[in-house]
């Protein structure tokens, strides 16, 4: 991979990386190539395609994602996490957020657990096992949940719910079908908070990235819904 390819995407987004920043994305996705030939981690391949799709896709959500998360140090569950994306890019810029890969199949938690100790990511914790596990351990713990192709906007919303904090946020990668999946969503029980188009450089591809919080209910609502 050349450092000018994505040093190319990175000044297209308009982030400033540091150069330690830049080998730690080099060197993920260099490992992510090798253990691909072997474990099938994920379908895309090639030096162009895996910046452009990996990489530039994942961080182009940061601009939008600071505006929302402005505490010091929020706590980010990634679900159905894979081979690391959207959330090892995060974690490797934002260091001070701390993300918690949440992944049941083992070859690819194997895979995360390998690049936390390559890179030294001491803000990443991998979690072995279903979305609907950890959320029963970790009822109500984070700020914000993120997702990339994972499943349809209404499940994952569904899952998501009980990971969030009481003003948590939800961030939901999306292609074309946003507005399908968005119709099927209970405006009774989300809130749309920004249906932003992501610029990939060099990408003809369409990318946005859904902001939803759940609607607070006031204790008489609830109690006249379950009347």
Not at 11 to 39: P, Y
Not at 79 to 91: K, V
Not at 175 to 191: F, G, I, P, T, Y
Request: glycine share 4%; aromatic share 4%.
């Amino acid at each position: 991979m050349t450092e000018d390819l994505l040093e190319h995407g990175i000044a297209g987004l308009g982030l400033k990386l540091s150069n330690a920043n830049i080998e730690d994305l080099e060197l993920f996705l260099q490992e992510m190539s090798r253990w691909n030939q072997v474990h099938n981690l994920t379908a895309i391949e090639g030096e162009h395609d895996s910046v452009r799709l990996h990489l530039i896709d994942s961080i182009a959500v940061l601009p939008i994602m600071r505006r929302y998360l402005q505490m010091s140090s929020p706590k980010i569950a990634d679900l159905g996490s894979g081979g690391g994306l959207p959330a090892i890019p995060i974690a490797i810029i934002q260091s001070e957020w701390h993300l918690a890969l949440i992944e049941a199949i083992r070859k690819k938690t194997a895979f995360l657990q390998h690049i936390r100790g390559k890179l030294k990511l001491k803000n990443i914790d991998v979690l072995a096992d279903r979305v609907e596990n950890v959320a029963m351990q970790q009822s109500g713990q984070f700020d914000a949940v993120i997702s990339r192709a994972f499943t349809n906007l209404s499940r994952f919303l569904e899952l998501s719910l009980p990971l969030l904090k009481s003003d948590g946020i939800v961030f939901a990668m999306k292609a074309k079908r946003a507005e399908e999946e968005l119709s099927a969503v209970c405006k009774n029980d989300w809130q749309l908070l920004a249906d932003e188009a992501l610029c990939i450089p060099n990408l003809s591809v369409e990318r946005r990235l859904l902001v939803l919080s759940p609607v607070r209910k006031s204790t008489s609502t609830i109690s006249s819904e379950l009347t």
